[in-house]
Nanobody
């Protein structure tokens, strides 16, 4: 069974940076595409980013393109989300996702982490 555990989020000022990590366990990491999604208070869940099994292909939601970078580290069975130029509207609970398919939308993922809070102050 896949288990995903996100690192602790945090509070950061607008314009700052933060990197989230997610530890994958339970089965073969390289058989799963990975992603991140988020949900802000009062808003629908939103696709943030996805990375293919090999890490060669990445996809981003429009609201984070050019600011966020997703990557995976097979030596550590982990996926990272580097977030730069953060904005108050990036404030949300961020979820790590995994699926055997490469999913460009948040609602296709089979596996979810518990979520971690990221708060961006203005």
């Amino acid at each position: 069974q896949v288990k995903l555990v996100e690192s602790e989020g945090g509070l950061v000022q607008a314009g700052g940076s933060l990197t989230l990590s997610c530890a994958f366990s339970g089965t073969n990491f390289n058989s799963y595409a990975m992603g991140w999604s988020r949900q802000a208070p009062g808003k629908e869940r939103e696709f943030v980013a996805a990375v293919s099994w090999s890490g060669d292909h990445t996809y981003y939601g429009d609201s984070v393109k050019g600011r966020f970078t997703i990557s995976r580290d097979s030596s550590k069975n982990a996926v990272l989300l580097q977030m730069n130029s953060l904005k108050p509207e990036d404030t949300a609970v961020y979820y790590c996702n995994a699926d055997r398919r490469l999913c460009p939308t948040w609602n296709e993922y089979d596996y979810w982490g518990q979520g971690t809070q990221v708060t961006v102050s203005s």
